[in-house]
Structures are given as C-alpha cells and as structure tokens.
C-alpha cells in the first residue's frame, strides 16, 4: 500500500483534481491507497484572512472573504461533477461547511477575541472543502472510494496551531478506522494538517503539515510507500525561480532531505522526514503535472543508493531568505564556561529559534529570522553584551552526504563565491552541510556560481534529470 499526499497546487484547479484522481487510479492498480489531500492553493491564506478579520471585528471583510471561499469550491463543484443529484447533494455539503464558517465568523466578531484555537478551526475548513469534492468526484468515476474525518484518527495534544499527535493512540484509531477500509479495498480520502484532542478540539499540525501528516498516516500503516506530489519534479538542485538551470535529484538520503527541509527548501515539511526514518519508509517527491517524471526518491537503502553514489560531491543548495545577523561581543565569553547557556537561555524565553551560528573567542554570530525577534529581546542580549544586527540577509547552504570529509569541497565553494561578500560562515555540525550568509541582493550571483560550479559537470548528470516541462 501507499500514501500518497497531494499538496494545494495539485487539487487547486478541476483539471488538476482530475488529473490527481487519475494518478490516484494508476497506483489502485497496484494496491488500495490512502490519499491525504491539502486545501485547495490559496485557500488557507485566505482562511487566514478570514480569522485575522473577524478577530479585528471586521465583519464585513470577513463574511464577503468567506463568500469568496464558497463561490471558489461551487465553481469546482460545477465544473468537476455532471451527475445532478451527485452535484446538488455536494453543494448542499459545501453549503453547510459555510454556514459552519460563518457561524464562526459571527461568534469570533461577538467575542471580540481571536484565540489560537479559534483559528485552528478557521483553517480546518480547507482540507474538509478539498477532500470532500475529491472523494465525490472519485464516486463520480466509478472509485470504491471512502471518506474519513482526519480528526478522528489525528488525535493531538492541545498545542493549537503547532499541536503534536498522541502516536499510540492515533496508530490504535488508524488501525480501528482506516486499514479496514483499506483492507477491504476501499481507498481512503482523508485530510492532511487537521487533527483534534481527545476531547474533539480541532487542532492543527502547523503550515506544511500535511506532509507531516502523510509520514505519520504512513508509518502507523507501514506501508511501502510515501508519495509527496506536488508541482515540480522532485527535490531540486536549487530553487529553479533562481537558476532555470536547476534539476530534480533521482535519490537522495534521508539526512540529506531533512537537512534540506531544514535549511528552507520548500518541496518537503521538515517534519516529513522524522516517520518516514523510524520506518524505514522510502518517500517519492513527485509531480502531478509530469507523472511520468521519475521525481526523487528518498532513501537509506543501500541498493537503490549504491548506483547512485556521487562519492560526497554537493547535493542541492537551499537558501532562506529573510533572515538577520544578530553580532554579540563580550569579554566575558573569554576562558569563561557558562556563557553560551546565559545567551541561548535569552532566545529560549523569547521563543525565536537559531539558523545558524559562527563563534569566536569574544563574539558569537547567529541567524535568526528577521521577524522573530522584538526590542525586548535585544535589550535583553545587550545586558550580556554588545549587540550588533545586520538585516537583510540570507543564508545560502551547501548540502551533500559526507561533504566534509570530501577533498576540495570547500575550496570549490569559496573559488566559486570569490566575488560575493560573505558576511559569515558556518561548519554544519553534521557532515553534509557548510552555510553562510550573503546580503539578499546577491543571493541570485552566489546560486548561480555554486550551481554552475557543481552540476554542470558530466559525471554529476546521472543522479539528476532535466525537469519534465523542460525536455
């Protein structure tokens, strides 16, 4: 059996529900899967919108957004489903889950107060809209196919807005609800990123989560398989928006994917990769657009890495823009223990989480992004130190498994960064990361020389291949 989770892009459109659904009847073929679906694309930004509106008592704002949201699935209801009866008791449903909005909407603006667990159920409302036009238009079709509530197998703890699932006792719900279906060949359409408490709070995983989802639902089911399709063919070598050259890497580790998720690339959650290891699960990036494309595969397996070996060389590039340097001297830090806790106990109490750090015998360097932090924060470091911020800024990270014991690596990076001004570098702690930071305006020169440096090489071309929209 597989997962196989589509992300908003791919169900954002009736084409491109339809073409998921044929996807979803290539691998019925082979075996009953479960589908985890996102919102529709945009659809929970403007969820969003619609929650920060009725927390501000903007009424107005927030019902004509809500109206946008229920002509937006109408129309995809019109244009995917033919049969009358089908169509009209689909509209109804839909209907109903924007009277539910609406209600909120109106208990939200009467409260006068927008609480993380009210906007949790602001943006459950997109995955319940997607999935219930997919599973009726799979009906549609012929598709044995059932529906299931994700929050009655996601049962979470009540961190709303980042909420954690209770792994016994979703495996235990998953088990009860979801692999009878499966078993009986029924395939299963369920929501990614929603989730409840038990006591039935809608809870959600935090944004990306649906990813996260598919992993957990994956590895409770220990499947064969987790698919991840989106709309590009696979993990890149970079972002392809800043080199068209970039390509789709045919494998990849685990670390080396979650240090990438970690590092700012965008086709994976980093949270994604953590069940898929435990399992030993391969995940596939791939893409709904290109099918055919072979995508990525992410792996431990010694077999399908073996001829894939690229004997250490680089990987992929991320970059995380938006980021700040915060620059903090001190004398105190020489030939003193205890100095470092005293500084990351002030990021702690503030809840802001570091990118990247570089440290010196008085001065330690560190990322962290540039809205995280507030005035309170820095005072508080300034009481430590000197306190010096540097914004806009990015961090650029150079990944691949086992870089740093390779030869010439690192000499390669530098030669190919010789006209950029580096504002700081930092030795991943792993052995397949070496970051550091550039002002944004020179993000797109230093991607291109490190790409053009590193896969343009004939001997790197058999791990990737030329994105299928390109061919």
Same mark, same amino acid.
């Given at each position: 059996?597989?997962?196989?989770? #589509?992300?908003?892009?791919?169900?954002?459109?009736?084409?491109?529900?339809?073409?998921?659904?044929?996807?979803?009847?290539?691998?019925?073929?082979?075996?009953?899967?479960?589908?985890?679906?996102?919102?529709?694309?945009?659809?929970?930004?403007?969820?969003?919108?619609?929650? !920060?509106?009725?927390?501000?008592?903007?009424?107005?704002?927030?019902?004509?957004?809500?109206?946008?949201?229920?002509?937006?699935?109408?129309?995809?209801?019109?244009?995917?489903?033919?049969?009358?009866?089908?169509?009209?008791?689909?509209?109804?449903?839909?209907?109903?889950?924007?009277?539910?909005?609406?209600?909120?909407?109106?208990?939200?603006?009467?409260? &006068? %107060?927008? *609480?993380?667990?009210?906007? !949790?159920? #602001?943006?459950?409302?997109?995955?319940?809209?997607?999935?219930?036009?997919?599973?009726?238009?799979m009906k549609e079709l012929?598709?044995?196919?059932?529906?299931?509530?994700?929050?009655?197998?996601?049962? *979470?703890?009540?961190?709303?807005?980042?909420?954690?699932?209770?792994?016994?006792?979703?495996?235990?719900?998953?088990?009860?609800?979801?692999? $009878?279906?499966?078993?009986?060949?029924?395939?299963?359409?369920?929501?990614?990123?929603? &989730?409840?408490?038990?006591?039935?709070?809608?809870? *959600?995983?935090?944004?990306?989560?649906?990813?996260?989802?598919?992993?957990?639902?994956?590895?409770?089911? +220990?499947?064969?398989?987790?698919?991840?399709?989106?709309?590009?063919?696979?993990?890149?070598? *970079? !972002? @392809?928006?800043?080199? $068209? %050259?970039?390509?789709?890497?045919?494998?990849?580790?685990?670390?080396?994917?979650? %240090?990438?998720?970690?590092?700012?690339?965008?086709?994976?959650? @980093?949270?994604?990769?953590? $069940?898929?290891?435990?399992?030993?699960?391969?995940?596939?990036?791939? =893409?709904?657009?290109? @099918?055919?494309?072979?995508?990525?595969?992410?792996?431990?397996?010694?077999?399908?890495?073996?001829?894939?070996?690229?004997?250490?060389?680089?990987?992929?590039?991320?970059?995380?823009?938006?980021?700040?340097?915060? =620059?903090?001297?001190? +004398?105190?830090?020489?030939?003193?223990?205890?100095?470092?806790?005293?500084?990351?106990?002030?990021?702690? /109490?503030?809840?802001?989480?570091?990118?990247?750090?570089?440290?010196?015998?008085?001065?330690?360097?560190?990322?962290?992004?540039?809205?995280?932090?507030?005035?309170?924060?820095?005072?508080?470091?300034?009481?430590?130190? !000197?306190?010096?911020?540097?914004?806009?800024?990015?961090?650029?990270?150079?990944?691949?498994?086992?870089?740093?014991?390779?030869?010439?690596?690192?000499?390669?990076?530098f030669s190919a960064l010789?006209?950029? =001004?580096?504002?700081?570098?930092?030795?991943?702690?792993?052995?397949?990361?070496?970051?550091?930071?550039?002002?944004? $305006?020179?993000?797109?020169i230093a991607v291109n020389?490190?790409?053009?440096?590193?896969?343009?090489?004939?001997?790197?071309?058999?791990?990737?291949?030329?994105?299928?929209?390109? /061919?």
């Open positions: 059996m597989a997962v196989m989770k #589509f992300g908003g892009t791919s169900v954002g459109t009736a084409r491109a529900m339809q073409q998921a659904i044929s996807i979803v009847a290539r691998e019925e073929k082979k075996g009953t899967p479960l589908v985890v679906l996102s919102a529709c694309s945009g659809i929970t930004n403007k969820l969003v919108h619609i929650a !920060d509106a009725a927390g501000c008592s903007a009424l107005d704002e927030a019902m004509a957004l809500a109206g946008e949201v229920r002509s937006f699935h109408l129309k995809l209801v019109d244009e995917l489903i033919k049969n009358a009866a089908l169509k009209a008791g689909l509209a109804s449903t839909i209907e109903q889950l924007c009277g539910r909005l609406e209600m909120l909407i109106k208990g939200v603006d009467i409260v &006068g %107060e927008l *609480t993380e667990r009210s906007r !949790d159920m #602001f943006c459950s409302f997109g995955e319940l809209f997607s999935t219930t036009v997919f599973a009726a238009a012929g598709h044995n196919v059932a529906w299931v509530d994700a929050r009655t197998v996601m049962i *979470t703890d009540d961190n709303f807005g980042f909420a954690r699932p209770l792994d016994e006792v979703c495996e235990a719900k998953v088990n009860q609800i979801i692999r $009878p279906l499966l078993a009986k060949g029924t395939t299963v359409v369920t929501q990614g990123y929603i &989730g409840a408490t038990k006591d039935g709070r809608t809870t *959600t995983l935090g944004r990306g989560g649906s990813d996260f989802s598919a992993a957990l639902l994956g590895a409770w089911l +220990n499947d064969n398989s987790i698919q991840i399709w989106t709309d590009v063919d696979g993990v890149m070598t *970079t !972002d @392809p928006r800043l080199v $068209p %050259e970039a390509r789709s890497i045919r494998v990849m580790t685990f670390s080396e994917a979650a %240090e990438l998720a970690y590092l700012g690339a965008k086709v994976l959650h @980093p949270d994604t990769i953590a $069940p898929a290891v435990q399992k030993n699960i391969p995940v596939y990036v791939l =893409n709904s657009l290109h @099918p055919d494309a072979k995508g990525t595969i992410i792996t431990n397996d010694p077999e399908r890495l073996s001829g894939m070996s690229y004997e250490g060389l680089v990987k992929s590039i991320a970059v995380k823009k938006g980021q700040c340097i915060i =620059n903090i001297r001190s +004398n105190r830090m020489m030939g003193r223990h205890g100095f470092m806790n005293e500084l990351f106990d002030v990021f702690s /109490r503030y809840g802001v989480s570091v990118e990247m750090i570089s440290t010196s015998e008085v001065s330690v360097s560190l990322t962290v992004d540039d809205k995280s932090f507030s005035n309170e924060l820095i005072q508080d470091l300034k009481s430590i130190g !000197d306190v010096e911020i540097e914004h806009n800024v990015a961090t650029i990270s150079v990944v691949g498994d086992n870089l740093r014991m390779s030869r010439g690596v690192a000499g390669r990076i010789k006209n950029v =001004n580096l504002r700081m570098i930092s030795q991943g702690a792993s052995e397949i990361n070496v970051g550091f930071v550039v002002e944004e $305006p020179e993000v797109a020389n490190l790409h053009k440096e590193f896969f343009s090489a004939p001997e790197d071309h058999a791990i990737f291949e030329t994105p299928a929209g390109s /061919r």
